[in-house]
């Protein structure tokens, strides 16, 4: 999260409703009363909007592919192991996320360590890297990771 999202006045929208939240409020749509229109934002203007899904919420559905530290890289799902990790019960360290723009949806790779260490950021993106390229993944040269979520 950049420091301007954690600034007293937040904005976010609210990509269900389509509608803007300020410090997790709704606000007005902004179009003129006249035009009476049925805005999300007008009819529940002052309401208290629910937590919006996180950048990781949105971009979990994008993760095509696991590496971990164990020199393992393979997609999403092809054996036991080949999973999206979170924090909790059964491991210590979620996995990173780690991805790539490419046309109108990203990328992105999960990062985690093997034995459940914690891995941290530049060793994510390398590992991830390092995998789409043997991948050929890449139309050129490998190019910086576009997002990193914890
Ligand atoms: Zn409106």
Redesign the pocket.
């Known amino acids: 999260m950049s420091p301007a999202e954690r600034t007293p006045n937040t904005v976010e929208y609210d990509y269900e409703n389509q509608a803007w939240t300020r410090n997790g409020v709704y606000e007005?749509?902004?179009?003129p009363p006249e035009?009476d229109?049925?805005?999300y934002?007008?009819i529940h203007a002052g309401e208290v909007a629910p937590k919006q899904p996180t950048a990781r919420d949105r971009f979990l559905p994008y993760v095509s592919f696991v590496v971990d530290d164990a020199g393992s890289g393979r997609e999403l799902g092809a054996d036991q192991h080949a999973i999206v990790r979170e924090a909790g019960d059964q491991f210590t360290y979620a996995s990173r996320l780690v991805g790539w723009q490419c046309g109108f949806e990203p990328l992105f790779v999960a990062v985690h360590s093997y034995l459940d260490v914690e891995i941290d950021d530049q060793d994510a993106e390398e590992m991830a890297r390092d995998y789409l390229e043997e991948r050929k993944w890449f139309a050129g040269e490998p190019t910086e990771p576009d997002h990193l979520i914890r």
């Open positions: 007005t749509c902004g179009h035009m229109c049925q805005c934002g007008k």
